[in-house]
Antibody, heavy 124, light 107 residues
Framework: QVQLVESGGGVVQSGGSLRLSCAASGFSFSSYGIHWVRQAPGKGLEWVSFIRYDGSDKYYAGSVKGRFTVSRDNSKNTVYLQMNSLRPEDAAVYYC?????????????????WGQGTMVTVSS | DIQMTQSPSSLSASVGDRVTITCRAS??????LHWYQQKPGKAPKLLIYAASSLQSGVPSRFSASGSGTDFTLTISSLQPEDFATYHCQQTYIIPYGFGQGTKLEIK
């Protein structure tokens, strides 16, 4: 079935780095853009990043720009989120999600499949 | 950035009730407005895309309308499994913001 599975979360000190992975299965991965969305404990959802289906374009929220980098390996059906210079306010559950439509240039067509999330804790 | 504001932030209702949640954008998002349902400890689930289109597999008691800046999500007859938090989201302009969420609780 169509599935996204995140991994790589954990506890990291403020200023540290972490790389999250999002492994996809059950659909034509190389045709779909992938988003990262996070949710701090007890808070709402925050869009973090988007990578186009072919990796040719990437977008970031202002709160993570310059610190986070999204990439993908279509041969491995996997998207990565490299998070550097982590801050306590980056602590959250991080979800990857699939754009509903194929070939979207900016991922603007809603997010129809979500992973279960991976928790990132940043200690100060 | 476009600000998304949902009201109410929380709502108590009974099984069988009809409930409406509203979402307002700080500027027009055309119909690039989507609704998600989230249960505790779970990932969000897409309910409605493009302001009024029902996602496959979602019960027909869910409906939505609106365009521009004002949107509504309606549940025609609440079922026990509908008690959850509902989020609206715009994908008109990056960054793709969400509303703060509306928590729907059992009365």
């Amino acid at each position: 079935q169509v599935q996204l599975v995140e991994s790589g979360g954990g506890v990291v000190q403020s200023g540290g780095s972490l790389r999250l992975s999002c492994a996809a299965s059950g659909f034509s991965f190389s045709s779909y853009g992938i988003h990262w969305v996070r949710q701090a404990p007890g808070k709402g959802l925050e869009w973090v990043s988007f990578i186009r289906y072919d990796g040719s374009d990437k977008y970031y929220a202002g709160s993570v720009k310059g610190r986070f980098t999204v990439s993908r390996d279509n041969s491995k059906n996997t998207v990565y989120l490299q998070m550097n210079s982590l801050r306590p306010e980056d602590a959250a559950v991080y979800y990857c999600s699939k754009d509903r439509s194929a070939w979207e240039l900016r991922g603007s067509n809603s997010f129809d499949i979500w992973g279960q999330g991976t928790m990132v804790t940043v200690s100060s | 950035d476009i600000q998304m504001t949902q009201s109410p932030s929380s709502l108590s209702a009974s099984v069988g009730d009809r409930v409406t949640i509203t979402c307002r954008a700080s500027q027009s998002v055309s119909n690039f407005l989507h609704w998600y349902q989230q249960k505790p400890g779970k990932a969000p689930k897409l309910l409605i895309y493009a302001a009024s289109s029902l996602q496959s597999g979602v019960p027909s008691r869910f409906s939505a309308s609106g365009s521009g800046t004002d949107f509504t999500l309606t549940i025609s007859s609440l079922q026990p499994e509908d008690f959850a938090t509902y989020h609206c989201q715009q994908t008109y302009i990056i960054p793709y913001g969400f509303g703060q969420g509306t928590k729907l609780e059992i009365k």
